[in-house]
Structure formats: structure tokens, C-alpha cells
């Protein structure tokens, strides 16, 4: 894998959703895994793919793309489960493939164009570009806070 | 977490230990209450509050060696023949006992201690005694040189100062224990003008010497008001670790004592020095007795209950966390074997393979390991049966009522956890039970009971669950009131026909309560509906049996642990699921016989001649639309708390087997009706179904589906 460092605070890893990418705070993710098949559970939002067995413990897995409103597709064996850890909360989030890890500097980040009301406002917490390609970072503290709100 | 102190260790046990004598205590005071003339009963219940004395004293915890002295002291009375016990004395000494916990505990937690209280049940103890507690008072002395201030009034009860001459020769194991001669020739040097010379004649030379081995005795010349068995007293703990010889001065006090009790004592010490029996002789109160007792053995703190070391159960204390996570492992172990068992099968192995046959021996094992590892989470329902007796005692002390508890099947094991949690909704039960169950006294003798109320707490295993029932012998559930305040708070319609079953559940629903006024003792706003959340947050259930006149029984139906489940695992659209095997009472396949259509969306299932409403897992659970034709289908007969039953369709059942219950609680999504997941054989999770909370969602779909058709209509 490549490395870009420059003065470099933060790591980031990225990966790729529907021809997008992503890219999330490496520090918040715990593990990477191959795509299993979840349980699903009754009557969850649809977004929620179910639980599955990680070593012992449930583990709640969500579409990634689903969650962000990108359209529904078919999973391959190349999917993966990216297992994040929040705030003691385990979730796993499945993304399409994950592509690189990426070392930028506070520089290199800038901040989203004000969002229009209706879409998606604060999930994305930066814009970065790494070889012209455009690279959206996560804020998982949105991703996964507002599925415990709207689960209770 | 602190870096570990030593001293707040040992305080930590001494409260466990303390537990265990509160114990021992509200046990032999139960004893006591059936037969008050058992000496040997007094004992026990003497030494256990003896011995947290001693304890106490030890840490300087002032208003519980207060309170338990006086409490001993009247004990040491009954236990002498001097005062008859009777039936209020011994309520005193209950009251006592519950006071005594309370001060255990908020020394425990360094919360404020309730010393009125105290005080009001000192006055009574004390009132049992006529004219003698100040002279008791010199005792509190025995525990005083222990940290405690010294300035106590002790000593004057007994003004003429006297010579004694104290010889005091450690033994290695008074070492070994832990205790330390300086201090208590400290203690004895408090006591008066005290000249201590050591005496090192036994010292060998240096090659000779056995660093462990202790060769020291010292001999002190006190002059003091105290007498030899009050300086006896200071050596108490060290009982059997040393010789001690105590000479001149006036007699030992108390020579009413039996000389049998110093038997034990003497026996031991004689060959360490014959003499030693005479400085023995009984410390009032303070030295226990020790009768070669097994009891003896368990109530004293000090180690010195050596007199009957083999009778004692031998006990280990394990940190609960420890066993916490061998319950995991063994729960990971049972997934294990699962999917060995799972590979080995798909591996096409003949089953009389050596492999096939060695797994048969590694369930059979494992099945072994996992109950016995539940077997150390098991408790008998002891404590929190004793829990509820004081419970009864408070609550009918508060109304006025004359209530006993009558308690069976303590010995009954159920998992620690389960035990804890039950508390609350337990207490709840009780206090109802006294309250609104019973009748006041001037009612029970019109209605030609006993003026004395009954509530019976009684724990059973049945069937794989524990069934622990609270029944009063009460007037029973006055059901055209219970109606009535359920029409008047609107919680059901005016005109509702209900059955007497349905009556007596409306006490479960929320914002419901029976008592005309809100007393403080029930009625704080939590109802039954709190009691049967917190009794099905525990996979159980509650039931109400009542009739007039005679009385109510709540009946709570547990499963024996929260760990492990034995489970029907079967296929619904695709996805297996687990429902608890218990609630199965009944499989059977659907054939053009047995199945009718009542209307659409309502099938029935004709069992025996009744019709069962049939609902189907995979609809309830959104896995798949209704279906056309439910022939061959595969349903469960599901029993339901209320006695009903309902049947559930499902495509095929798979195996019966023994789960691990992994819990869905740190998952942020909880949907409705499971309760729970499993890890099955093939590393899948399945989830395992609440059937009753199922039923009860298809029958409000149901039900919101009528509706939505009836507005259509309109």
C-alpha cells in the first residue's frame, strides 16, 4: 500500500461505496473483515443487514451505503465488514472494498460545502483530495449515534 | 481502582464474613422462635453477634461494637438462665438483628448510621436487664486498646487497684496468624502502671536458631483496677497461640460460669502449660465459650476456632468476576463442540468411527463442565428469603398487622444473578402481600381466621424452572373493586365482560393500585407492572391465583440460569431461530383435517376438539408474506402465561439442543419479540424468540388490521 505522508496527524483508512469514496479515522476501526452472511433481525430499518458472530459476541452490522442513502446493490465476495468501535459500541459496517490507507495533514482536509437541506448534513465531516480523486470523511460518531436514536 | 491496601482487604472480609454471621444469626433466631429453650441455638446466636463485635472492634467501628454489645450482653443473660426469653423478646432480638445488619452495612459503605434506632431498641434491650448494664459497660474495654479511645468509663466498676503478675509466651503460629505481641502488651499496659520484662532465656544460639520459630516470652507486672479475667480478655483472640499465666490479684470474676465450657480451652492448652485454664476462666462474655461445636468453628473471626477444625465446610471465596468469565469460556466451549460436531457430520464420517464416538463422549462432557460451572453460579434462595423475612417483620410493624412469614424450600438453587435481581420485585410482592393481601386483624376473627396473618414464601424447582410463590391467607382479590378502579381510571371500558383470570390480571397493568388510600408502605407509585417487567427481564413469568376469603397466591416462574437454554431450534423462511423448549408443549403437522379458515388473516388449528389461533413466525416476524396454504407446515404449540395457547407456524423443526444465551443488549438495535441470540454449530447467530411477547405483537397486528379494515369499511 502506498503511503502519502505528509505533516501528517491523522490516518485514514479508505474505502469504497457505490464508486465513491470513503474514508473513515483509522483509530476508530477495530478489525477488517470478510463478508459473512448476517441474521438479519424482524423488523429493523432496512439499512440494518443484522448480527453476526464475531468471536463470541453479536456484533450489529450495517449497510454503509444503505445508511447514507446510496442505492441498494448486490453483494460480491468482495464486500467487507469494517468493525468500528464507538463509544464501547461495537458495529460493523459493510462496505463495498477497502482500497488504502492514507496519512494526511490538518491541511489537506476541507470542510464539506454547506449542505442543502434534505441530504445527508453532518455525516460527512471533510473533503480531501488524494491523485484528483475526491475522498469523503466519515464523521462515525454520526454514522452510528443516529442509529441509536433511531432505533430507541 | 486504587493500588490495593492491605488493611482495606482485610476489612473487605471482615464484612463478608459479616454477612455470614447476620446470616447464622437471623437463622438461629429463627430457631430461637420455635423453640426458645434450645441453650446450644442461644449460643450460636450469641457467638455470631459476639463475634462481629470483635470484629468491629478491630476496626474501631464504635457504634457497631456499641450496639452489639448491649445486644450480647442481654443475649449472655438468656444464655446464662438468667432472663427467660419470650415471644416479645425475641421480636426485640429479630428487630435487633435487622438494626444490627443496618449498622454492618452503613459501616460498610461509610454511610451515615442510624442511631435512633439504635438507641430506642438499646433502651428496650436494656429494660430486659433491670439494674445491671452499667456494670456490663467494662466490657467495651476488652475492645478498646484496639484503636479505640480509651477514655471510656469502663474501669471503675471495679476500684480496688491490685498486683498481677502476667506471664505471656507466644507460640509460633500466634505469628503465623498474624497477630503481634507488641500490641497486645500494649493493650495490657493500658490498663494500669505496667512493668513488662522480656524474657529471652529460650533464645538458642544463632546456628541453632529457627528464624520462623519464636523463642520470646515476656512477663509483666500490672497494677490496675482491672482483675485476671478482664487481663485474660486482651489475650482473647490469641487464645491457644500462646501460654499465658495470670497470677495474684483478686479471684476471676463470674464463678457462676460452668467450669465445662473451659473444657475445650484447657484441653488444648495443657500441654503448653497447666496453668493456663485458671487465667482462661471465661472472660465475661468476651472469650466464646467455644464448645467443641462445628457452629464455634464458623462464627469466630479470629481463626481461633481451631477446637473443631473438621466439621466445618470448607468454603472458597471467588471472585465473582473469575467465574464470570469461565461461564463464558465454557459457553464458547459448548459452540465449539457444536461446530466440531457440525463438520464432522458434513464431513461424511460413519457414526461408528472412532472420531463420531469420541465426540459423543466430548458432548458428554461438555454437557458435564456446563452444569457444573452453573452449579457454582447456583445459591440457595437462603439469603433472600431471610431478606423478606425482615421485609414482613417492617411491613407489618408499619400497619399494624400481626403477619409471620412462613418460608419453605430455602435450600432451592437458583443463579446469583437471578437471586439479586429478584430482590426488588420480591420485596414489592411481600410488602403487597401484607398489606393489601391481608385482612386487619378485626376482620380475620369476624371472618373466624386466626388473628395472625400468614404469608408464605415458598421456592420450588419444577420442570426445569424455579417456581417461587408468595401467598397470603387473606381475604383474596376483591375483584368487583379491582374492576372498578379499572373503569374508573379508564384503563378498560365500562361495559367489558371479563373473565375472573382477567380481572386479576388487570393488577399487572401500569398505573393500577388497590389501595383506597396510598399508604407509606405500598402504593409509592410502582405497581405490579414493575414486579412483572422486572420478573420477564429474567425470562420469567407471574401468575395471580386468588379466591375469596381464602387468600392469594402470585405465583413466579424462573428459568434456573440466565446462561444457557434449553432450546427448539427450527427454520422459517430461510432463517433458523431458537424458541425456549419449555414453552413447546406440542408439535403437530397441518393437514386438510385440522385446519380451518375463520376469516381472512385467521386460521385455526383444531387440537383435541378446541381451536387454537394460528399465527405464522414468518409474517410476525416480517420474514415473508402470508401464506396461501399452510398444509405441511410445521406448528408449535406455545403455552402461554395466562393458561391459553396459541400456535405458531413454522417450516421445519431442526434439533433440540442446549444454547448459550448471548444477550442483544449492547447491540443498538432490540426488536420485539426476541429475546435474545445464540451462536449456533455453524458459527451463525440465531436469534431466540420470546413466543409469548411474539403471540401477543401478531395478536395487535391482528387486531390493527381489523381496525384499518373497519375504518376502510366506513
Known amino acids: 500500500m502506498s503511503e502519502h505522508v505528509k505533516n501528517a496527524p491523522v490516518e485514514l483508512l479508505t474505502f469504497r461505496l457505490s464508486d465513491q469514496e470513503y474514508s473513515l479515522d483509522i483509530m476508530s476501526v477495530r478489525e477488517i473483515r470478510g463478508w459473512t452472511k448476517t441474521t438479519p433481525l424482524p423488523h429493523a430499518p432496512s439499512h440494518m443487514k443484522g448480527v453476526i458472530n464475531l468471536r463470541g459476541t453479536v456484533l450489529p452490522v450495517m449497510d454503509l451505503a444503505e445508511r447514507l442513502g446510496l442505492p441498494p ?19 460493523g459496517l459493510l462496505v463495498d472494498a477497502v482500497s488504502d490507507i492514507v496519512a494526511l495533514g490538518d491541511d489537506d482536509l476541507q470542510p464539506p460545502p454547506e449542505s442543502t437541506p434534505g441530504t445527508q448534513p453532518a455525516v460527512i465531516k471533510a473533503l480531501t483530495l488524494l491523485d484528483d480523486r475526491m475522498i469523503r470523511v466519515l464523521d462515525l460518531a454520526v454514522v452510528v449515534a443516529n442509529e441509536t436514536s433511531e432505533a430507541a | 481502582m486504587t493500588t490495593p491496601d492491605p488493611m482495606a482487604e482485610i476489612r473487605a472480609s471482615f464484612f463478608i464474613e459479616c454477612e455470614e454471621l447476620l446470616e447464622a444469626l437471623q437463622d438461629g433466631l429463627e430457631q430461637l422462635a ?92 436494656d429494660s430486659y436487664l433491670g439494674g445491671t448494664p452499667a456494670e456490663e459497660t467494662e466490657e467495651d474495654i476488652d475492645f478498646q486498646p484496639m484503636g479505640l479511645s480509651l477514655d471510656l468509663p469502663g474501669i471503675n466498676s471495679a476500684p480496688t487497684a491490685n498486683t498481677l503478675q502476667v506471664t505471656f509466651s507466644p507460640q509460633t503460629e500466634l505469628y503465623a496468624t498474624g497477630n503481634e505481641p507488641f500490641k497486645l502488651l500494649g493493650n495490657l499496659a493500658a490498663l494500669g502502671a505496667c512493668t513488662i520484662t522480656l524474657d529471652a532465656s529460650a533464645l538458642p544460639s544463632l546456628e541453632a536458631l529457627e528464624p520462623e520459630n519464636c523463642y520470646l516470652s515476656w512477663t509483666a507486672e500490672l497494677e490496675s483496677a482491672a482483675d485476671a479475667a478482664e487481663v485474660a480478655s486482651i489475650f482473647e483472640f490469641v487464645d491457644g497461640l500462646c501460654a499465658l499465666d495470670i497470677s495474684g490479684g483478686a479471684a476471676p470474676g463470674f ?18 502449660e497447666a496453668e493456663a485454664p485458671v487465667a482462661k476462666a471465661e472472660a465475661p462474655s468476651a472469650a466464646p465459650a467455644q464448645p467443641p461445636t462445628p457452629a464455634g468453628a464458623m462464627a469466630d473471626p479470629s481463626g481461633t476456632g ?55 463422549e466430548f458432548q458428554r462432557l461438555t454437557r458435564d463442565i456446563q452444569d457444573s460451572v452453573m452449579m457454582i453460579r447456583a445459591q440457595p434462595v437462603k439469603s433472600l428469603f431471610q431478606r423478606m423475612s425482615r421485609i414482613v417483620r417492617e411491613a407489618s410493624a408499619a400497619v399494624g398487622k400481626d403477619v409471620v412469614l412462613s418460608p419453605e424450600g430455602e435450600t432451592t438453587e437458583v443463579d446469583k444473578t437471578v437471586i439479586e435481581r429478584l430482590a426488588d420485585p420480591l ?18 376473627r369476624a371472618a373466624g381466621k386466626s388473628a395472625k396473618g400468614t404469608v408464605r414464601l415458598t421456592a420450588a424447582h419444577r420442570s426445569g424452572r424455579v417456581v417461587i410463590e408468595v401467598s397470603d391467607d387473606g381475604g383474596g382479590i376483591n375483584r368487583p373493586k379491582v374492576q372498578q ?61 386468588s379466591e375469596p376469603g381464602i387468600g392469594t397466591t402470585f405465583s413466579i416462574s424462573l428459568p434456573l440460569t440466565l446462561a444457557v437454554l434449553d432450546g427448539m431450534v427450527v427454520k422459517v423462511a430461510g432463517e433458523t431461530l431458537v424458541l425456549p423448549l419449555n414453552l413447546v408443549v406440542e408439535t403437530l403437522t397441518i393437514d386438510e383435517t385440522n385446519i380451518d379458515h375463520v376469516r381472512p388473516g ?75 441470540a445464540t451462536i449456533l454449530g455453524d458459527g451463525q447467530i440465531a436469534l431466540i424468540l420470546d413466543p409469548s411477547d411474539i403471540i401477543s405483537q401478531a395478536q395487535s397486528h391482528e387486531h390493527s388490521a381489523i381496525t384499518a379494515r373497519k375504518e376502510i369499511a366506513v
Open chain 1, 73 to 91: 446493490r448486490e453483494h460480491s465476495d468482495r464486500n467487507v465488514i469494517i468493525v468500528v468501535k464507538h463509544d464501547d459500541l461495537m458495529t
Open chain 2, 427 to 444: 420485596t414489592h410482592m411481600i410488602r403487597n402481600a401484607v398489606d393489601h393481601g391481608l385482612e386487619d386483624t378485626e376482620t380475620r
Open chain 2, 34 to 125: 420455635d423453640d426458645a429453650s434450645d441453650i446450644e441455638t442461644i449460643n450460636v446466636v450469641f457467638r455470631a453477634v459476639h463475634s462481629i463485635k470483635g470484629g468491629a472492634g478491630a476496626f474501631g467501628l464504635e457504634a457497631l461494637v456499641r450496639f452489639a454489645h448491649r445486644y450480647e450482653t442481654v443475649m449472655d443473660a438468656v444464655r446464662s438462665g438468667q432472663i427467660a426469653p419470650d415471644d416479645a423478646m425475641i421480636k426485640l432480638f429479630f428487630r435487633c438483628a435487622d438494626h444490627l445488619s443496618d449498622l454492618v452495612r452503613g459501616s460498610r459503605d461509610e454511610t451515615e448510621l442510624p442511631t435512633a434506632v439504635g438507641e430506642a431498641l438499646l433502651g428496650e434491650l
Open chain 2, 255 to 272: 464463678p457462676d460460669l460452668p467450669p465445662l465450657d473451659d473444657i475445650p480451652l484447657g484441653a488444648e492448652l495443657d500441654d503448653v
Open chain 2, 602 to 676: 385467521l386460521n385455526v388449528v383444531r387440537v383435541r376438539g378446541s381451536f387454537v389461533p394460528l399465527s405464522d413466525l414468518g409474517v410476525v416476524l416480517g420474514y415473508r408474506p402470508h401464506l396461501e396454504d399452510y398444509i405441511d407446515r410445521v406448528v408449535l404449540l406455545i403455552a402461554l402465561e395466562d393458561g391459553n395457547r396459541a400456535a405458531l407456524v413454522v417450516d421445519e423443526i431442526d434439533d433440540q439442543r442446549q444454547v448459550v444465551i448471548k444477550g442483544l443488549d449492547e447491540s443498538f438495535y432490540r426488536a420485539p419479540g426476541i429475546a435474545a
Open chain 2, 306 to 360: 481451631k477446637a473443631a477444625p473438621s466439621a466445618a465446610k470448607s468454603v472458597v471465596r471467588v471472585d465473582l468476576d473469575r467465574i464470570e468469565r469461565l461461564v463464558n469460556l465454557v459457553g464458547e466451549l459448548v459452540i465449539n463442540q457444536a461446530m466440531l460436531s457440525q463438520s464432522l457430520e458434513q464431513a461424511g464420517l460413519s457414526p461408528h468411527s472412532d472420531a463420531m464416538n469420541g465426540l459423543e
Open chain 2, 485 to 545: 378502579i379499572a373503569i374508573d381510571k379508564g384503563l378498560i371500558p365500562a361495559d367489558a365482560p371479563l373473565s375472573d383470570t382477567e380481572i386479576d390480571n388487570l393488577l399487572f397493568l401500569p398505573g393500577f393500585s388497590t389501595a383506597s388510600e396510598v399508604s407509606d408502605l405500598s402504593g409509592r407509585g410502582v405497581g405490579m407492572d414493575v414486579v412483572r417487567t422486572a420478573i420477564q427481564a429474567l425470562g420469567g413469568r407471574i401468575t395471580i391465583a
